[in-house]
């Protein structure tokens, strides 16, 4: 059973910055692709950023690009998304997630992944 351990959500004012981490065995097993993902109220669930594990490729949303990072410590059995210059409109719900197909060398942005963490919120205040 593959369980992930989101923590680090909080409020925090535009223009703030927070960590996120999600601690799970699977970040050890190198093959494999692990991504953010955040639903606001009455949207769907968007991808964030991913990451292939064994080759450090990343991918993100073109509305995070610049602002958000993504990184793994596989010794910690961890992933991180390092968000700075927050919005309001990235207030979420924040989800990790693992095992996904990877196409043309990268983990996708979609939700087509096997196990999902419960999720921490985030709430940037204008």
């Known amino acids: 059973q593959v369980q992930l351990l989101e923590s680090g959500g909080g409020s925090v004012q535009a223009g703030g910055s927070l960590r996120l981490s999600c601690v799970g065995s699977?970040?050890?097993?190198?093959?494999?692709?692990m991504g953010w993902f955040r639903q606001a109220p009455g949207k769907e669930r968007e991808g964030v950023a991913t990451?292939?594990?064994?080759?450090?490729?990343?991918n993100y949303a073109d509305s995070v690009k610049g602002r958000f990072t993504i990184s793994r410590d596989i010794a910690k059995s961890t992933v991180y998304l390092q968000m700075n210059s927050l919005k309001a409109e990235d207030t979420a719900m924040y989800y990790c997630?693992?095992?996904?197909?990877?196409?043309?060398?990268?983990?996708?942005?979609?939700?087509?992944?096997?196990?999902w963490g419960q999720g921490t919120q985030v709430t940037v205040s204008s």
């Open positions: 997630a693992a095992v996904a197909p990877i196409y043309g060398g990268l983990c996708p942005l979609g939700d087509e992944y096997t196990y």
């Open positions: 699977v970040v050890a097993h190198r093959s494999n692709c």
């Open positions: 990451i292939y594990i064994n080759e450090y490729r990343t």
